[in-house]
């Protein structure tokens, strides 16, 4: 392996700041003209603005992912004697127990075409077993 | 990796810090180069190397470059490569003169040789390097620690670690080496850009 020129070493050196404190590469930018403050605040306004994007694109993504387990509930065969059940589970799928139980759930239900009433008992035990029904006590 | 783990990731990460070493990184990269405007913190399009760096992270927040912390687990590497990339794209952009960049070593293969105009663009940068070279050679005499940092560099030597190896230091002591010459930072940086037209 050829070795590389001093230029490429003396700026690859420089530009690494591990060993180097915030306060010092602050001082740096601050010797080479540049307002720190103004830079971490610019910074902070990004991922402020990125960080209320993401949430709304992830409650969007949500939104569209329950429409799409209620239509996937109705068009399952579940029995009569599984309604109470029924609604426990619609909870869940609404997103009231958090989105732990959701995912679970969603998952649960795409992988079978029918339910019987012990299937839904199961689901609620699964999910009981995995602590995923306590954020709602917890709040 | 679940969006909304990313998203946590991303909300904890130290912004301040990775802000000013993201920064700096850009500096001194574009500092690597001679650009058509002539100075390293005006880059083609308008930018500055702060721009780059706060590109790069608008970029992973928005997720034009998303960030995967299962394959890179660390964010600030990520954001490097973004610069690097970016940086790199500004180089070969139609509004910078690729003729123009600074001394860089290129290795030809066994079959390949230089034409002539290459022949002489390397003429130029060996020459401007061996002045740039002995402009910091000046610029530390007398620091025995930044004498013995110049010969690493001379050798291809540059990552702490190396350093340490070669000279008997601890890495510690290249790291502090380095702290030295930031505090010749403005110089040195006026240093580099002697390779502006």
Not at chain 1, 3 to 22: H, M, P, R, W, Y
Not at chain 1, 94 to 121: I, T
Not at chain 2, 81 to 107: A, C, G, N, Q, Y
Not at chain 2, 167 to 185: D, I, M
Request: glycine content about 6%; overall charge negative.
């Amino acid at each position: 392996m050829k070795k590389k020129g001093f230029i490429e070493c003396l700026t690859d050196f420089v530009s690494d700041s591990e060993g180097l404190t915030q306060e010092e590469i602050a001082t740096e930018l601050e010797e080479l003209g540049i307002d720190t403050a103004e830079l971490a605040a610019a910074a902070d306004e990004i991922a402020k603005r990125g960080s209320a994007v993401r949430r709304l694109a992830w409650r969007d993504r949500a939104k569209e992912r329950r429409a799409e387990v209620k239509e996937l509930l109705k068009s399952k065969q579940i029995g009569r004697t599984a309604l109470e059940l029924k609604d426990k589970v619609r909870e869940i799928l609404m997103g009231s127990y958090g989105q732990g139980a959701f995912s679970y759930a969603e998952a649960y239900f795409r992988k079978r075409d029918s339910f019987s009433e012990n299937d839904l008992e199961s689901l609620i035990e699964d999910l009981e077993d995995l602590n995923l029904l306590e954020e709602e006590k917890d709040g | 990796m679940a969006h909304d783990r990313i998203l946590e990731l991303l909300e904890r990460a130290d912004w301040k810090d990775i802000t000013f070493r993201l920064t700096h990184y850009a500096i001194w990269k574009a500092c690597r180069y001679n650009w058509k405007s002539g100075s390293p913190d005006q880059l083609p399009g308008g930018r500055t190397p702060q721009d780059m760096a706060l590109n790069a992270i608008e970029k992973v927040w928005t997720g034009v470059r998303e960030w995967d912390p299962d394959k890179y687990p660390n964010l600030y590497t990520h954001l490097k490569w973004i610069v690097d990339s970016d940086i790199d794209h500004l180089i070969k952009s139609k509004e910078h003169d690729k003729s123009r960049r600074m001394p860089e070593t290129r290795f030809y293969q066994a079959s390949e040789t230089p034409n002539p105009e290459e022949q002489l663009i390397a003429k130029e940068n060996k020459a401007l390097e061996d002045e740039i070279r002995n402009e910091f050679y000046v610029m530390v005499e007398g620091d025995e620690d930044l004498e013995t940092l110049m010969l690493c560099f001379d050798e291809g030597i540059d990552k702490p670690q190396d350093i340490a190896e070669q000279t008997g230091w601890n890495v510690s002591k290249a790291n502090n080496v380095k702290k030295r010459l930031f505090r010749k930072a403005a110089k040195l940086k006026h240093l580099i850009r002697k390779g502006e037209k």
